[in-house]
């Protein structure tokens, strides 16, 4: 596959070389936002009639960047082979899943299959790849700080109602959030390390604050789950590293502020996001904009993909009338515990498990959804359990494994440069934290941007990271 990448790339390369590296970087921003962008649209005018635009689009973006990320020719790498195999071995199932029953969302494994894999390949091989790695996920950076203004300039919130932020769905905002915590706390751990001066920390601090007020405004408990799990993991190493080198009390030092910055912000978040889009006066409904609210009737289980909705309408009011709303997550989470009659932990999940795991297959399903009881069902809310749905057992099967192995390479990048200057958390934080959140949430196709990130930190781990500086230092003994 690396002749095949290098091929591809080597006619770029003489003429990308003379190219100043601020320019790249500038080019490769615009490349990433505009996934954002496209995340956005997919999010808002919903998927199912324009799935082939988004890949016409998702593929442009993936030439745009391989080619401003273009300075040299890239080197032969070493793969790290557990975690190719897995890859690879997932895209041909999927591939020959779809050859003997075509996809409605086609396309997916073609990407997995060269797309991914080829940027990585540009990066990893290159002179820069943890600069371009800073680059990107200072994008995801400038995008949350981005949508943020315009949520808090125009885009409501209703008393009572869980919190979509600029999509329509708080669930799939909230995933959003957790990949954006990935980046805070990777940001948090590189200046743990460096032990960085607290102008350089507040701004990550508040920023950070920002991040979770907004998460908990959705309240989505897969977000919030996914995000407890992050910073446990993250505290509990972070925690063991600072023992041993006796530097506790920083460490104690620098969350207690965070936390403290956290909270002092949450009441100034709160105000602002109900006061200024009163001032501004100008609220931005979207036409498939909706309402979500919790339910009605304790006693009665829903689908979670069917979980009642209220349509909006122009202002912050709405023209029928809201069902009865429970007063947070808390309240629903203690409410379920305590009422034995109750679903609503799994929000009817467990019923979706059942119905999708009874039709697992080996050659897989066209769609992915399905009507179960008469009700249609999105997706199955877990991507192993989809994965198996709608490309077979086999690939089902792989994808676990792919995850498992993934979070290994993981850990092993997070050990080999933590010392290194470089944000060396972040692929942990990415593999680890969706690995979670898909646990009880489907998200799997690359344009939607959580999966785009998860996939893409993934393809950086399929090269050795430590085999590339070696080629390098042999390679600058030679000249």
């Known amino acids: 596959m690396q002749l095949l990448f290098r091929g591809l790339v080597s006619p770029m390369v003489a003429i990308m070389g003379r190219v100043t590296e601020k320019v790249r970087k500038w080019m490769m921003g615009f490349g990433f936002l505009a996934i954002f962008c496209l995340f956005c649209a997919v999010r808002i005018l919903r998927v199912n009639p324009w799935h082939r635009h ?4 998702l593929v442009a973006c993936f030439l745009w960047l391989v080619i401003w990320s273009l300075g040299g020719r890239p080197v032969k790498l070493k793969w790290n082979v557990p975690l190719a195999l897995s890859w690879y071995a ?37 002179a820069m790849p943890e600069k371009w790695k800073e680059c990107f996920v200072g994008c ?31 669930n799939m905002f909230g995933m959003y959030l957790v990949t954006v915590n990935c980046v805070y706390l990777s940001y948090l751990d590189k200046q743990l390390e460096e032990n960085k001066k607290m102008s ?37 190493m972070r925690l063991r590293f600072s023992l041993v080198e006796k530097k506790q ?43 979500f609210a919790g339910r009605a009737k ?51 999940r467990i019923a979706i498990y059942g119905a999708y795991f009874r039709d697992v297959n080996l050659e897989g399903h066209r769609a992915v959804g399905q009507k179960i009881g008469g009700v249609p069902v999105a997706h199955a809310h877990d991507n192993a359990l989809q994965m198996a749905y ?30 290194k200057g470089v944000l060396a958390f972040f692929p942990l934080a990415v593999v680890g934290s969706f690995t979670v959140m898909t646990v009880t949430e489907c998200v799997f196709l690359p344009y939607v941007f959580p999966a785009f990130v998860f996939w893409f930190v993934m393809s950086w781990l399929l090269y050795d990271e430590g085999g590339r500086e070696a080629q390098r230092s042999n390679k600058r003994k030679k000249v």
């Open 54 to 57: 988004y890949i016409a689009i």
């Open 90 to 126: 997932l895209c041909a199932a999927m591939a020959l899943s779809s050859m003997e029953v075509p996809k409605k969302y086609f396309g997916v494994e073609a990407l997995l299959m060269v797309a991914f894999p080829l940027l990585a390949y540009v990066w990893q091989g290159g």
């Open 140 to 170: 995801i950076r400038l995008s949350f700080l981005g949508s943020s203004l315009y949520t808090f300039l125009f885009r409501p919130f209703t008393e009572g109602m869980r919190y979509s932020g600029f999509l329509i769905n708080p």
């Open 200 to 236: 350089v920390c507040w701004p990550v601090y508040i920023e950070l604050g920002l991040n979770v007020f907004l998460m908990y405004m959705t309240q989505s408990r897969t977000a919030l789950l996914s995000s407890v799990v992050l910073f446990c993991g993250w505290f509990v």
């Open 249 to 291: 009390g920083l460490f104690v030092r620098r969350v207690g502020l965070a936390c403290v910055a956290i909270l002092c912000t949450f009441p100034v978040f709160y105000l602002g996001l109900r006061a200024i889009p009163q001032v501004v006066n100008h609220p931005v409904r979207y036409e498939k904009d909706a309402l």
């Open 298 to 348: 304790p006693g009665r289980t829903a689908l979670a993909a069917s979980e009642p909705r209220t349509a909006a309408s122009g202002g912050l009011a709405c023209d029928v009338p809201a069902p009865v709303m429970e007063d947070s997550t808390l309240s629903r989470v203690w409410r379920a515990f305590t009422d034995p009659e109750n679903d609503d932990v799994s929000t009817g």
């Open 390 to 419: 709608t490309y077979g057992g086999v690939a089902g099967v792989l994808y676990l494994l792919l995850e498992i192995v993934g979070l290994y390479y993981a850990i092993r990048y997070y050990a080999r440069f933590r010392k």
